[in-house]
Antibody, heavy 119, light 105 residues
């Protein structure tokens, strides 16, 4: 069965960076794009960007383009998101999600990784 | 930009519930609907505005095109109490609506 398993919770100080991983299993990793979404407490989900795993092309939200980098290691079936210059406003649960095969929609999601930014 | 109404509603088991999502500009049918329960990732219900995702109960349905969309639950079940979000895929950045919380009356 399709699974996306993310790395554990992280705590960082303002100004630091964080890198979250998302390991895929149960399907052909290079065949489906991976998106990253974050959700602050009590807020709606917020899309950060996506990667075409097959060719490595990326697209980022303009709101985060300068601070977010999405990569993959295809030999390990793993996607990553790195967020730099963290502030308290980046405290959120970060999710990876797979793009559905038939039409736009995120059909499988990771369990989420809580990133806390605090001095 | 997406708006949803209502922002919350109280309903009973067996009720028919409709949630609406409005886009500030036309997005054809590039809309998905998700259900989210506390502490869990969103779960895909509907894509392409009206296509039921595999494994989702048939009491869920979606409709609409252009700027106005709706998600209907024909007979609310206990496991349906959750927050529902619409999402548009027409333009970047991909965005979610503010959510509709459905709780027990």
């Amino acid at each position: 069965q399709v699974q996306l398993v993310q790395s554990g919770a992280e705590v960082r100080k303002p100004g630091a960076s964080v890198k979250v991983s998302c390991k895929a299993s149960g399907y052909t990793f290079i065949s489906y794009p991976i998106h990253w979404v974050r959700q602050a407490p009590g807020q709606r989900p917020e899309w950060l960007g996506w990667i075409n795993v097959g060719n490595g092309n990326t697209k980022y939200s303009q709101n985060f383009q300068a601070r977010v980098t999405i990569t993959t290691v295809t030999s390990a079936n793993t996607a990553y998101i790195e967020v730099s210059s963290l502030t308290s406003g980046d405290t959120a649960v970060y999710y990876c999600a797979r793009d559905a095969p038939l039409a736009p929609g995120f059909d499988y999601w990771g369990q989420g990784t809580l990133v806390t930014v605090s001095s | 930009q997406l708006t949803q109404s209502p922002s919350s509603l109280s309903a009973s088991v067996g009720d028919r519930v409709t949630i609406t999502c409005r886009a500030s500009q036309g997005i054809t049918t590039y809309v998905a609907w998700y259900q989210q329960k506390p502490g869990k990732a969103p779960k895909l219900l509907i894509y392409g505005a009206s296509t039921l995702h595999s494994g989702v109960p048939s009491r869920f349905s979606g409709s609409g095109s252009g700027t106005d969309f709706s998600l209907t639950i024909s007979s609310l079940q206990p496991e349906d109490f959750a927050t529902y979000y619409c999402q548009q895929f027409k333009t970047y950045p991909l965005t979610f609506g503010p959510g509709t919380k459905v709780d027990i009356k």
